[in-house]
């Protein structure tokens, strides 16, 4: 008979024992610890001694510590942590669910990519769950529509997969199915059985409503608008339109629909500070519009009423206890009736008053550049595209580009609003809205808005101005611009870009022209450095090749104040690299205030009257300073048709002496695409 080896009898122990489920891996790693614990294969002698008993049941001893510890590591091995995404083997191309009976389908990349980012690292654990529900149902696909994954969920923390339970934490789905089980993913399947069951009736009318006021004005049926609100449509949008086309019966009908006065689009326009009809303004009130709100600009409906010139606008909401003493904006302290007065408009300075406006100490109320108040229709009429090609407007002797930003103080007093915009600063000046960029002193853009009563449209614009050269989308703001390129600005034309209206009613809201960096300043800073550092030779290469450039002290350019006719002192191209060594006396003109002839060399006449000693203390474009004749800007025009020029102004050129001043114009015409000098002109003031 054989004879009982307890090792043996561990070994069969150990290989009727259950398997766990185990990588080839970890099954490699059990196996090497199972050989390295047994005993050696020695022959064992006939008699046993005690020492070999003892040895023996060491052995035993050790095994048996083993197995406890084997079977330790295949429990946690069975529970050990998978992941979700561990059952997902192809990519998934389509995700598809079931909740509450309903079905939904998505193969949006954006939603694959959510179900990655929020259930990739779901950790499962295999559990054995009783009496469990699975209600909520979700299936992968791959790009061959083929099933990849199916996973079943319950109300509480267990999902099947393949037939077996797994614990998990629940936070990861419901951030991902509040996403994807939503109206936006749901497959909606025809009823023939109850075709009156429309769950989507509430979608369908909020549609039609949109469709209709998408419309143009005049082609908007409002019985049917009122229908769908009837019907279960929000009137707001519709009372938004309604109040800014001024239709005060249909106001008083969606009103009385239930519209919310006080709703908000996205400028935070409310139906009150879109009109400019004081009967609807008067319906809003009476309905519980805040005549204190603030759109998106920070203006209220009075603020916009005076803005506007709507002097009975403006009486009403007086009269409706609108304050008196509004601030143009919340954050600062300039009142409306300084706006008022600044637009020398005394009919609304008067109601202001008369409502307790009080006057604001420290605030000049006279002589400022909003007393222009331009209309496109009247520029519309002169020549629009000529003006703007030299950064003028028309009928506005105070709108130039580029501008000064420096001198606005001094001539038209303190904006009352300044607010930051992309890559710049916007300043406002009553009606004009002028834009420097960042870190600069010139304004580059100039914007106006029009006011109620300025009545234009796209048809209007073309029909005047011919096609536009583009037009383009701005989406961050939603509106469509019309451009007409010109060689040196850019002039065009907003409106609402949101809805297509017939090009006849489409209104235009506001003109705007911009300069072309880099344009005629930034070549005569290159023309005044030259001169400044009398660097003649480089100096020559500017000059027109053809016309010279003419010198006219006092702006003596074809007369002086004692001859009817001059002619000024011309130099050629290749003349001005040997100026300075050039000794002739030349008669240059006469002297502005003792009429003396001015009878000196080049050289002296540059030190004496191409002044170029301190830095300007303002720059005109295309215009004389408002202390030079401005009719002068006409004679220019008329020697030079093309041309435009720079002004460079200086202050207290005589020291200790405030009142004196100069001023240095260069004029330039455009050469095979390139700007050539061909006048220095001079113009001063002394004692």
């Known amino acids: 008979m054989k004879k009982l080896n307890h090792l043996e009898q561990l070994d069969e122990h150990l290989r009727i024992m259950p398997k766990p489920n185990l990588n080839k891996e970890r099954e ?97 654990v295999e559990t054995v769950a009783s009496d469990t529900q699975f209600a909520e149902t979700l299936e992968v696909y791959n790009n061959q529509n083929q099933l990849i994954g199916a996973f079943h969920f319950s109300d509480s923390n267990v999902v099947m997969i393949d037939g077996k339970q797994y614990e998990m934490n629940t936070a990861e789905w419901q951030n991902f ?33 949109d469709q209709e006021l998408a419309k143009a ?50 400028n935070k326009d409310t139906p009150l500070t879109l009109t400019t009809s004081t009967e609807v303004a008067s319906l809003l009130i009476e309905n519980g519009a805040n005549i204190e709100h603030r759109n998106a600009r920070d203006y209220n409906a009075l603020v916009l009423a005076v803005y506007g010139h709507q002097t009975e606008m403006a009486k009403l909401l007086l009269e409706a206890n609108a304050n008196p003493n509004t601030t143009v904006t919340s954050n600062n302290d300039v009142t409306v009736l300084w706006m008022a007065s600044k637009f020398n408009d005394q009919s609304i300075k008067d109601l202001l008053i008369q409502h307790g406006a009080e006057l604001v100490e420290g605030y000049e109320y006279e002589g400022w550049m909003a007393s222009e108040i331009p209309t496109l229709e009247e520029m519309l009429t002169a020549d629009l595209l000529s003006y703007a090609s030299i950064g003028r407007l028309p009928n506005l002797m105070t709108i130039q580009l580029p501008a000064d930003s420096s001198i ?26 002028f834009i420097k960029s960042g870190g600069e002193n010139l304004y580059t853009k100039y ?12 048809n209007d614009i073309e029909a005047a101005l011919g096609q536009p050269s583009s037009t383009y989308m701005d989406e961050a703001n939603g509106l469509r611009y019309l451009s007409y390129s010109l060689d040196h600005y850019e002039l065009r034309f907003s409106f609402d870009g949101t809805v297509t209206y017939p090009k006849e009613e489409t209104a235009i809201l506001s003109l705007e022209l911009l300069y072309k960096q880099p344009g005629i300043v930034e070549h005569a800073e290159t023309v005044f450095d030259l001169l400044a550092t009398r660097n003649m030779t480089e100096l020559a290469n500017h000059v027109h090749p053809e016309k010279g450039v003419v010198f006219a002290p006092f702006l003596q350019l074809n007369s002086t104040p004692l001859t009817e006719e001059h002619e000024p002192v011309i130099f050629q191209a290749n003349e001005i690299s040997g100026l300075l060594q050039n000794k002739t006396v030349y008669h240059w003109g006469d002297h502005g205030s003792s009429g003396l002839p001015i009878d000196m060399s080049p050289a002296e006449y540059l030190d004496n009257y191409v002044y170029t000693k301190q830095e300007p203390d303002s720059i005109f474009i295309n215009q004389q300073d408002l202390s030079g004749p401005e009719f002068f800007t006409d004679i220019i025009r008329g020697e030079y048709p093309d041309a435009h020029m720079v002004q460079y102004s200086f202050n207290e050129t005589i020291p200790g002496d405030d009142l004196s001043w100069l001023q240095l114009t260069l004029i ?20």
């Not at 390295?36 to 060491?58: D, L, V």
């Not at 050990?80 to 193969?107: A, M, P």
């Not at 606005?408 to 809205?433: M, Q, R």
């Not at 050539?676 to 113009?683: D, S």
């Open 447 to 458: 914007q106006y808005e029009l006011n109620p009563g300025d009545n234009v449209t796209v």
């Open 408 to 433: 606005f103080p001094n001539h038209y007093g303190e904006a009352f609003e300044s607010f930051t915009v992309e890559n710049g600063v916007a300043d406002v000046y009553g009606d004009h809205l």
């Open 217 to 266: 004005p005049s082609e908007r049926d409002w019985d049917t608008i009122l229908g769908h609100i009837q019907e279960g449509a929000n009137p707001d949008r519709a009372l938004q339109l309604a109040a800014k086309d001024n239709l005060d019966t249909v106001v008083e009908s969606l009103l009385l629909a239930g519209a919310d006065p006080n709703s908000l689009d996205k």
């Open 668 to 687: 330039f015409e455009p050469y095979n695409n390139e700007w050539k000098l061909v006048g220095i002109l001079h113009n001063a003031w002394t004692p």
């Open 28 to 124: 490699l790693q059990i196996k090497r610890t199972i050989l390295n614990t047994r005993a050696a294969n020695i022959k064992p002698k006939k008699k046993r001694n005690y020492k070999g008993i003892a040895a023996t049941i060491g052995a035993l001893a050790a095994a048996f510590i083993f197995s406890l510890l084997l079977y330790g590591a295949l429990g946690k091995e069975q529970q050990s942590t998978l992941l979700l995404t561990n059952f997902i083997e192809d990519e998934v191309s389509k995700i598809s669910g079931e909740l509450n009976g309903n079905t939904y389908t998505s193969d949006d990349q954006a939603i694959i990519n959510l179900f990655y980012e929020t259930m990739e690292d779901t950790e499962l």
């Open 177 to 209: 199915k509040e996403v994807f089980y939503t109206d936006e993913y749901l497959v909606v399947e025809d009823s023939e059985d109850e075709p009156e069951e429309q769950p989507e009736e509430s979608i369908n009318v909020e549609e039609l409503i």
